[in-house]
């Protein structure tokens, strides 16, 4: 079946300092998304990308979509203690737009 | 909005005992989906249910069952549990032909 890659499994980081996290899926996407989870909370939507190439940017995140729809990448520039948590990825399975298949996510820790 | 709710919050349960979780998705999403997290396979696809009709099916044994009804509140429900069955199970709704999933808090299911 599908599957979706998510590396590093781990970043810690100083504050102030970039992050990136990369996603590979073994099937084409029709879109992606990502999802940032804190600890003990709950995955929170951040962004769907859909087209081939996509670029898009909220504030110090930016996430790309690659060329061929496999693979996806969240840049974070000078990270915050407010970034920390888990970053998903997910892209849908078995054709339908409603069963997510989610990478094993990134953890990210800042060190103030 | 109200945002996605789950109850109960935690359980407690030994093995061979059975146990039901609810969801009552945001008001007007009739999509609702459930997964299981776990620290080794990460977020996984269980279901995912519309106008009372499971549409979608994960690789989960038939131990684990749901339901919707027709106000769109959702149960799911696992039985002869097993100790790989501790986990957090997280319901997520979404707006049908929109791809952004709401989760819950999620249940926390120990299994002893």
């Known amino acids: 079946g599908q599957q979706v890659m998510q590396i590093p499994q781990y970043q810690h980081v100083q504050e102030g300092e970039d992050f990136t996290t990369y996603c590979n899926s073994s099937?084409?996407?029709?879109?992606i998304q990502w999802y940032k989870q804190r600890p003990g909370g709950h995955p929170v939507f951040l962004i769907q990308?859909?087209?081939?190439?996509e670029v898009k940017k909220q504030k110090r995140l930016t996430f790309q979509f690659g060329e061929a729809k496999k693979n996806s990448s969240l840049h974070i520039t000078a990270t915050q203690t407010t970034d920390v948590g888990t970053y998903f990825c997910?892209?849908?399975?078995?054709?339908?737009?409603?069963?997510?298949?989610f990478g094993k996510g990134t953890l990210l820790t800042v060190n103030p | 909005k109200a945002g996605v709710t789950q109850t109960p919050r935690y359980l407690i349960k030994t093995r061979g005992q059975q146990v039901t979780l609810s969801c009552s998705p945001i008001s007007g999403h009739r999509s609702v989906s459930w997964y299981q997290q776990t620290p080794g396979q990460g977020l996984q696809f269980l279901f995912e249910y519309f106008s009372e009709t499971q549409r979608n099916k994960g690789n989960f044994p038939g131990r684990f069952s749901g339901r919707q009804f027709s106000n769109s509140r959702s149960e799911m429900n696992v039985s002869t549990l097993e100790l790989g069955d501790s986990a957090l199970y997280l319901c997520?709704?979404?707006?049908?032909?929109?791809?952004?999933?709401?989760f819950g808090p999620g249940t926390r299911l120990t299994v002893l």
């Open positions: 990308l859909v087209k081939s190439g």
């Open positions: 997520a709704s979404q707006i049908d032909r929109v791809h952004e999933q709401f």
């Open positions: 099937t084409t996407l029709s879109n």
């Open positions: 997910a892209g849908p399975s078995g054709g339908s737009n409603y069963k997510l298949t």
